[in-house]
């Protein structure tokens, strides 16, 4: 599933009211000194144009001086340690035809944030979402960018049907999985909870939790049927006494679009608290997979999801456990291992990620089930559980993943020239 735990903030409508820079230069009569401008930054930029994409609203916001927490670091950090001309910009920011886009930038120099016309970037950073009414839009920007060599440093988003199917294909990684299967008659969701009793209902993709509700079949053949509403910040719960009162209530909740049925993980709790955990990997600048921190989620009472929840490091889910110094070191190996594997693994599909995002879980047995990969990781979990630091690691371990591919390029350039 993808974005994040924040992933993805904003719908995907217009600006409002707002005329970028690209589009008055359009416009008039300087079409012509826009391309220049385009064609000189093209010379110069020797691969150093990071470009963030983040969503409309996201973008809207940086134009009214209002960046997230998480931006400013970025910024600070690039400064610091990166030195790319680092620009954000929003899907309908771009100009195809042109290949320009009109992008947002920090000036350090006067504090402020400040548009301008940029080239395609050298690095794209996907940090938002695209939405329906934009993605032929997005698959044209794509295509141009390969063309111009662009590195992806996320280069798919990744849906759960997807990815459950190809890591079912892979014998290392079947042992993580639980039952799935996809929804197309009434029928599949009853052999389903008769065969496990208590099943959770995911949207092929999804960000927030906002498409996973818990099913289960009670003592006394009636459904409880539980997700979590996030406007009203509550943990809703309907009891259904027949399964013909509960399939038009699923049937609204996904509004026609296509979903899974898994078998629940028997989760571990804490006072009534649901846990599972959320990995943060990065590639450092040697090129390595490094783990930058395992968060363990705990979700709110009787919630069928950790989102929106709190966040505790491991160490305090290990004196939860009361596990021995060998059995923790044992555990903790066993799950970096299955770390490994699945970012491998999926690289091996989609490509080469600069960052992943793992959701996981620990049942009662303490076995590892894997639950989905992230690849737009708002880091919230990592925060909570591990502070300010663990944060900026994983921000300057992007930015010097792509920092050694830039020194890689240019030896390529010289050594070609």
């Not at 916001?61 to 910009?89: G, M, V, W």
């Not at 799950?335 to 490509?351: D, P, Q, W």
């Not at 303490?366 to 990781?377: G, V, Y």
Request: with cysteine; glycine share 4%; hydrophobic share 35%.
């Amino acid at each position: 599933m993808d974005v994040d735990e924040n992933k993805h903030s904003g719908g995907e409508e217009p600006l409002n009211n707002t005329i970028t820079t690209l589009q008055r230069a359009l416009r008039s009569s300087n079409v012509e000194d826009a391309k220049k401008l385009a064609v000189k930054k093209e010379k110069a930029k020797n691969n150093d144009h990071f470009g963030v994409l983040v969503s409309p609203k996201n973008f809207k916001s940086l134009s009214e001086q209002k960046p997230h927490f998480r931006t400013k670091k970025l910024i600070k950090i690039n400064h610091k340690d990166a030195r790319f001309k680092l620009y954000f910009f929003s899907i309908n920011s771009i100009d195809i035809q042109n290949q320009l886009i009109t992008g947002i930038y920090y000036d350090i120099s006067d504090g402020k944030w400040k548009k301008d016309i940029y080239p395609y970037p050298n690095f794209l950073y996907r940090r938002g979402g695209v939405s329906k009414k934009y993605k032929r839009r997005y698959r044209s920007f794509v295509h141009q960018c390969k063309k111009k060599d662009t590195c992806f440093l996320n280069p798919s988003s990744l849906g759960n049907w997807e990815v459950y199917n190809y890591f079912n294909r892979v014998g290392s990684l079947k042992k993580y999985l639980q039952e799935t299967i996809l929804y197309k008659e009434p029928d599949d969701l009853f052999n389903m909870l008769e065969k496990h009793r208590i099943v959770y209902l995911k949207g092929l993709t999804g960000r927030k939790a906002k498409n996973v509700t818990r099913i289960e079949q009670t003592s006394d053949q009636r459904y409880r049927y539980r997700y979590y509403n996030a406007s009203a910040k509550k943990v809703q719960t309907i009891t259904f006494n027949k399964q013909e009162e509960m399939l038009p209530f699923i049937s609204n909740f996904y509004k026609g679009k296509q979903f899974m049925i898994q078998k629940a993980i028997d989760l571990l709790e804490i006072n009534n608290r649901r846990i599972d955990l959320r990995a943060e990997l990065q590639r450092t600048s040697t090129g390595s997979i490094s783990i930058c921190g395992i968060s363990a989620r705990l979700g709110r009472p009787k919630s069928p999801v950790t989102t929106h929840a709190d966040a505790i490091n491991m160490d305090g889910l290990f004196k939860f456990l009361k596990l021995s110094p060998a059995e923790e070191a044992k555990l903790v190996i066993k799950m970096e291992n299955f770390l490994y594997k699945v970012y491998r693994e999926t690289e091996n599909k989609y490509g080469t990620f600069a960052e992943m995002g793992i959701d996981f879980a620990l049942d009662q047995d303490l076995n590892i089930k894997f639950i989905e990969c992230n690849s737009q990781s708002a880091k919230v979990s990592l925060y909570k559980a591990h502070g300010d630091k663990a944060l900026e690691q994983s921000l300057i371990n992007v930015l010097l993943y792509a920092k050694s591919i830039q020194r890689e390029k240019r030896a390529k350039m010289k050594k070609a020239n």
